[in-house]
T-cell receptor, first 114, second 115 residues
Framework: AQSVTQPDIHITVSEGASLELRCNYSYGATPYLFWYVQSPGQGLQLLLKYFSGDTLVQGIKGFEAEFKRSQSSFNLRKPSVHWSDAAEYFCAVAPFFGNEKLTFGTGTRLTIIP | DTEVTQTPKHLVMGMTNKKSLKCEQHMGHRAMYWYKQKAKKPPELMFVYSYEKLSINESVPSRFSPECPNSSLLNLHLHALQPEDSALYLC??????????????FGEGSRLTVL
């Protein structure tokens, strides 16, 4: 069965600093990988996704993620965070076909300090 | 229009009440989903409808009854709920259940409180 681990429950960074959120997955083959963001009291918004090809994917709001098969990781990065980036971030994995079994990690809460 | 609209945004109900949550999308998506999210937890899949037919029920108690009247609408009927059912209920849609696109479009959720 597929699974996703986000080792960091809560991360605090200063505005303007760089950010990296960690995600490790377990799956028998190459999965579909996603990062979603959830602002307080809101639904989830897709930041970016990886299916195949270039292992560095660009997303919305200046985010990018790199797929590393050897490390089973899909870490999310942003070179300079803004106060509006404060939110909960979920990494998710889905099997090769079908997204009904999207499995979410437990999330990382990002706090931005001035 | 890339929105999934959920109503009501907030709902408070007693354990004997009957209420419904509604979800609507006009993106032409053929798969729609209900998720339940407890505080500080990831969303948990409840139901999936594909082409207006229930395709997945994740062993959800019968006090939750989904309905898909047409391809744009998804309801969740609630009856005899328990306080532990209090949560944020998220509706989502995707182009097709079997699509590899993987992108779910989420609504803002309905926050349910059961007294």
């Amino acid at each position: 069965a597929q699974s996703v681990t986000q080792p960091d429950i809560h991360i605090t960074v200063s505005e303007g600093a760089s950010l990296e959120l960690r995600c490790n997955y377990s799956y028998g083959a190459t999965p579909y990988l996603f990062w979603y963001v959830q602002s307080p009291g809101q639904g989830l918004q897709l930041l970016l996704k990886y299916f195949s090809g270039d292992t560095l994917v660009q997303g919305i709001k200046g985010f990018e993620a790199e797929f590393k098969r050897s490390q089973s990781s899909f870490n999310l990065r942003k070179p300079s965070v803004h106060w509006s980036d404060a939110a909960e971030y979920f990494c998710a994995v889905a099997p090769f076909f079908g997204n009904e079994k999207l499995t979410f990690g437990t999330g990382t809460r990002l706090t931005i300090i001035p | 229009d890339t929105e999934v609209t959920q109503t009501p945004k907030h709902l408070v109900m007693g354990m004997t009440n009957k209420k419904s949550l509604k979800c609507e999308q006009h993106m032409g998506h053929r798969a729609m989903y209900w998720y339940k999210q407890k505080a500080k937890k990831p969303p948990e899949l409840m139901f999936v409808y594909s082409y207006e037919k229930l395709s997945i029920n994740e062993s959800v108690p019968s006090r939750f009854s989904p309905e898909c009247p047409n391809s744009s609408l998804l309801n969740l009927h609630l009856h005899a709920l328990q306080p532990e059912d209090s949560a944020l209920y998220l509706c989502a849609s995707s182009q097709d259940q079997g699509s590899p696109s993987g992108e779910l479009f989420f609504g803002e959720g309905s926050r349910l409180t059961v007294l």
